[in-house]
């Protein structure tokens, strides 16, 4: 069975609580709910992950390979504009990955523009709110489908 991590970073947690007119009103758990039900749906394997800790983050993706992931989504928040050690981790597993977004990074402050990961991820999903998961999601799952 194909696998799929789903990474958070900074913040992501305060989903709901935090500025609800960029982010919205639901919460990271809705979020993790609905990718585990769409991994359910399509047999696929789905693990969802969290932290503020960027060591924690490291940590998760240096484990993924010998967990079997096959491919990884990953809204970086912050991180996104800063993390060359989440940057290289990613690089070290090669397993592909997918950036998400919730907010448009490119439509906001000057900083936001600027992504570490952009450039590694086989592609970039921004600026439509909860929907950039579930997109980010149709695209592992065709990648996968694409892989077997």
């Given at each position: ?97 997918i950036e998400i977004h ?47």
């Amino acid at each position: 069975m194909s696998s799929i991590l789903l990474l958070n970073g900074p913040n992501l947690n305060l989903l709901g609580e935090r500025e609800p007119d960029i982010y919205g009103d639901f919460s990271l758990e809705d979020i993790e709910k609905t990718i585990e039900k769409l991994g359910k749906e399509n047999n696929i394997d789905t693990e969802c992950f969290q932290s503020n800790a960027e060591h924690e983050l490291v940590d998760k993706i240096h484990n993924a390979k010998s967990n079997g992931v096959k491919i990884i989504l990953f809204n970086p928040g912050a991180f996104t504009h800063s993390s060359i050690s989440l940057r290289d981790a990613i690089l070290g597993v090669n397993i592909p990955l997918i950036e998400i977004h919730l907010s448009n990074i490119y439509g906001r402050e000057e900083f936001r523009e600027k992504s570490y990961f952009s450039d590694i991820s086989l592609g970039v999903v921004s600026g439509f709110g909860k929907q950039s998961y579930l997109m980010a999601f149709q695209a592992a799952k065709n990648y996968l489908l694409r892989e077997d």
